[in-house]
Nanobody, 123 residues
Framework: QVELLESGGGLVQAGGSLRLACAAS????????MGWFRQAPGKEREFVTA????????YYTDSVKGRFTISRDNAKNTVYLQMNSLKPEDTAVYYC????????????????WGQGTQVTVSS
């Protein structure tokens, strides 16, 4: 069993930055890709970004390209999401998730999920 715990959410003004972290514990996944998703009130969960186990490949949804950066530190079993130039439309609960091997943009293909952390961007 893998447990994922997100941290770093909060309230920030538009144009500001936040750094989210996702710490994995338990049976630490090897060769697992990690993803970040978000869900705003009344909307479906949407893909934000993902990274392979090695960190060599990343993928971003168009709306966050150039503003968000995903990274990972496998020695610390932690994945990060640096969010810059935040916009009110980035407001959502952010979830990290893990799946074997390859990146996917589909939330149904992720096995393990964190509880989420709230990000609120005020205008």
């Amino acid at each position: 069993q893998v447990e994922l715990l997100e941290s770093g959410g909060g309230l920030v003004q538009a144009g500001g930055s936040l750094r989210l972290a996702c710490a994995a514990s338990g049976h630490t996944p090897s060769s697992y890709a990690m993803g970040w998703f978000r869900q705003a009130p009344g909307k479906e969960r949407e893909f934000v970004t993902a990274i392979t186990y090695s960190g060599g490949s990343t993928y971003y949804t168009d709306s966050v390209k150039g503003r968000f950066t995903i990274s990972r530190d496998n020695a610390k079993n932690t994945v990060y999401l640096q969010m810059n130039s935040l916009k009110p439309e980035d407001t959502a609960v952010y979830y990290c998730a893990a799946r074997p091997f390859t990146i996917s943009t589909k939330h149904q293909e992720y096995i393990y999920w964190g509880q989420g952390t709230q990000v609120t961007v005020s205008s």
